[in-house]
């Protein structure tokens, strides 16, 4: 079984690329760029970072691409600052500043308060400049356009939300706030800042934001696109399977099995689980279907 680190500098090989993305990069730049280094057009993400974010970008390179399905809808954990006492067009930085209000009487009691109102299961209203399509259309498309977008609200799921800091800027009248927030896939940290400021009647958005965490890949694995091109590591297919995803141990029998597409033996639960030859190689991702277990993908194909 192949550990750690996997060099393919020939772009040959399956794995994952744990990225920091840099701040200013799109999602697809990083992938661009990552199809470059590793000499193969078989690249994709899991999950968009904005532009202004930073942080793990999981990027897919040739049969790990099958992966990437499965890391979209994954926990993710950030840290981010939201600004108190001003709204944008974007609930970011990056949008045209929209209303400014004194926020000098907000304390640090209150900001806890409205917090803990947000963690849980909450319904969020998106972002207005989200990816989310209405009529077809993204709604940031729509909202460049000049159009109002009323998206609806959606459960989504915060864990934590959790205030490290709290600062007075530009003499009282904005308040900065640390947070680390950790959350199901599809929550806007964005819109976590326009609420609080909203609860608070101050308004707020977002000035900076890093993803530190997707599922069980964290930001001390993650390397700068500046490192991965003098060095390109991946994690190998098989090693990314394994912290993904419930584990088994395939027989001889069974890999022969599932190489064909068959199905084998039921898991032990409902979960997708990766399947290991005996050698320790991914051979498919198993679901329980009726008293049997089938193949879900195929990655060791007879």
Same mark, same amino acid.
């Given at each position: &079984?192949?550990?750690g680190l996997?060099?393919?500098?020939?772009?040959?090989g399956s $794995?994952?690329? +744990?990225?920091?993305?840099?701040? $200013?990069? =799109?999602?697809?730049?990083?992938?661009?760029?990552?199809?470059?280094?590793?000499g193969?057009r078989?690249? $994709?993400?899991?999950?968009?970072?904005?532009?202004?974010a930073?942080?793990?970008?999981?990027?897919?390179?040739?049969k790990?691409?099958?992966?990437l399905?499965?890391?979209?809808g994954?926990s993710?954990?950030?840290?981010a600052? &939201?600004?108190?006492?001003?709204?944008?067009?974007?609930?970011?930085a990056e949008?045209?500043?929209?209303?400014?209000?004194?926020?000098?009487?907000?304390?640090?009691?209150? +900001?806890?308060?409205?917090?803990?109102?947000?963690?849980?299961?909450?319904?969020?209203?998106?972002?207005?400049?989200?990816a @989310?399509?209405?009529?077809?259309?993204r709604?940031?498309?729509?909202?460049?356009?000049?159009?109002?977008?009323?998206?609806?609200?959606?459960?989504?799921?915060?864990?934590?939300?959790?205030?490290?800091?709290?600062?007075?800027?530009?003499?009282?009248?904005?308040l900065?706030v640390d947070? =680390?927030?950790?959350?199901?896939?599809?929550?806007?940290?964005?819109a976590?800042a326009?609420?609080?400021?909203?609860?608070?009647?101050?308004?707020?958005?977002?000035?900076?934001?890093?993803?530190t965490?997707?599922?069980?890949?964290?930001?001390?694995?993650?390397?700068? &696109?500046?490192q991965?091109?003098?060095?390109?590591? &991946?994690?190998?297919l098989d090693?990314a399977?394994?912290?993904l995803?419930?584990?088994?141990?395939?027989?001889?029998?069974e890999?022969?099995?599932?190489?064909f597409?068959?199905?084998?033996?039921?898991?032990?639960?409902?979960?997708v689980?990766?399947?290991?030859?005996?050698?320790g =190689?991914l051979?498919?991702?198993?679901?329980?279907?009726?008293d049997?277990a089938?193949?879900? @993908?195929?990655?060791?194909?007879a």
């Open positions: &079984m192949k550990t996997e060099n393919t500098p020939s772009g040959v $794995g994952l690329v +744990i990225v920091d993305k840099p701040q $200013g990069w =799109t999602s697809h730049d990083v992938v661009g760029r990552t199809r470059r280094l590793a193969t078989k690249v $994709g993400h899991a999950g968009t970072l904005d532009p202004m930073t942080g793990v970008l999981v990027v897919g390179v040739n790990a691409t099958r992966l399905t499965y890391i979209v994954v993710k954990t950030y840290t600052t &939201m600004r108190l006492g001003e709204t944008t067009v974007t609930d970011d949008g045209e500043l929209v209303q400014a209000r004194i926020a000098a009487a907000v304390t640090g009691d209150m +900001i806890r308060a409205e917090v803990l109102k947000l963690t849980g299961e909450i319904l969020q209203v998106p972002s207005s400049v989200s @989310i399509k209405v009529d077809g259309e709604s940031y498309a729509r909202v460049r356009k000049g159009e109002d977008v009323a998206l609806a609200a959606r459960p989504v799921t915060v864990g934590r939300f959790e205030v490290h800091d709290v600062r007075r800027e530009r003499g009282g009248k904005v900065d947070v =680390t927030v950790d959350c199901s896939s599809g929550t806007y940290v964005r976590l326009r609420d609080l400021g909203e609860a608070l009647g101050v308004g707020g958005h977002l000035t900076a934001l890093r993803r965490r997707v599922g069980p890949y964290g930001i001390d694995a993650a390397r700068t &696109m500046e991965l091109a003098g060095n390109f590591e &991946m994690l190998p090693d399977a394994r912290a995803f419930p584990n088994r141990e395939l027989t001889a029998e890999t022969t099995e599932l190489s597409g068959r199905r084998v033996a039921p898991n032990d639960d409902g979960a689980t990766a399947a290991f030859a005996p050698d =190689t051979v498919a991702l198993l679901k329980n279907k009726g049997a089938k193949p879900d @993908i195929v990655f060791a194909t």
